[in-house]
């Protein structure tokens, strides 16, 4: 299988600040590949990189099998990039956007037009709007079209979803797994954790450090240890007393309830005692399935 992406030991500062630390990773032809993690982790940083715009102070590089440091020129025309602020033109109507894209890549929009009418559909009946005047929801439809219009083969998405309505956010991952079908690759990244199930692979970032590659759902598997969900109507206090608790290892806010491990890998019979002394008396704890986010916690601790 070719490899569009394949980099090692990039690393990259900013100041004192280590935005990269030792990045090495490679992403396979019409893959859906995920960076995931929080503000900071340097998902932006690394995208800038692999998209020509920003040098690493070192390591090894290539894209579409060719280096960035040397072949940038013609790599660009087969990149698109949809940078985390959306890249639009804000006083440009929804077509002018799309041609003014087409035209800087010396294509038309009629040309690729195939590859985004499912895209722009949606977004077609304004055309003559201003993409200032646009709900976050037809932004990212437009910037997406925008990104795609000279047919690039690489797609490099900077939180494409973050700040748009759960229903868009649905929506954007449909057309994501149609655009795959067409042999474009993907890079997209989020710190969204329900969204890397939608990957084909994730990379987990944090502190400028992959800390796991793999599927999702293997990334879910190597949760190691027995996860209990605890609900109750007072969920603050709830963790103040698990934190409390000598034979708690780790409990964190998950949704309406509070993921729990404990130190031998059992539930304490004693625990639903003192909780009850605590004052929690409306515990309900129940073995819970670790999701992306446990297993992440579980490897930032290490
Ligand atoms: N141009 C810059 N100058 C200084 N520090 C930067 C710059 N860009 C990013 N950083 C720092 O590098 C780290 C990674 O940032 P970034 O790649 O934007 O993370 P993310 O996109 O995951 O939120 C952060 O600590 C950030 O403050
Ligand atoms: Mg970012």
């Given amino acids: 299988m070719q490899k569009v992406i394949e980099t090692s030991g990039i690393c990259k500062k900013f100041g004192t600040t280590t935005a990269l630390d030792n990045i090495s990773f490679s992403v396979n032809e019409s893959e859906v590949f995920g960076f995931i993690g929080p503000d900071g982790a340097g998902k932006t940083t690394l995208m800038r990189v692999i998209t020509t715009l920003l040098l690493p102070d070192s390591g090894e590089i290539e894209v579409l099998g060719k280096n960035c440091r040397t072949g940038y020129k013609e790599l660009r025309k087969e990149i698109g990039y949809m940078p985390g602020r959306f890249s639009l033109y804000q006083d440009l109507s929804v077509e002018e956007n799309l041609e003014f894209y087409a035209t800087v890549f010396g294509t038309t929009v ?3 037009y195939h590859l985004i009418s499912d895209i722009y559909s949606h977004i077609e009946p304004f055309r003559k ?8 929801g037809m932004k990212q439809k437009l910037a997406l079209s925008c990104a795609l219009i000279h047919k690039p083969k690489l ?6 979803t973050t700040g748009v309505d759960a229903v868009s956010r649905s929506e954007f991952w449909d057309m994501l797994g149609k655009l795959r079908k067409n042999n ?3 890079l997209v990244s989020t710190p969204y954790m329900d969204e890397a199930m939608r990957c084909d692979r994730v990379a987990l970032i944090q502190n400028g450090k992959i800390l796991a590659i793999n599927t999702p759902q293997s990334i879910k598997n190597d949760f190691s240890s027995k996860l209990f969900s605890i609900k109750s109507r007072e969920k603050y206090k709830l963790i103040l007393a698990l934190r409390s608790f000598s034979e708690t290892n780790t409990s964190y806010p998950f949704g309406e309830n509070v993921h729990v491990t404990f130190k031998d890998n059992i539930l304490p019979p004693s625990l639903k005692g003192y909780l009850t002394d605590y004052g929690v008396d409306d515990a309900v704890i129940s073995e819970s399935e670790a999701g992306i986010e446990d297993r992440f916690l579980e490897l ?3």
């Fill in 300 to 302: 930032m601790q290490t």
């Fill in 155 to 160: 797609l490099v998405l900077d939180e494409p």
């Fill in 129 to 136: 709007r201003l993409a200032g005047q646009l709900s976050g």
């Fill in 184 to 186: 474009i690759t993907i």
């Fill in 110 to 112: 009629k040309e690729n």
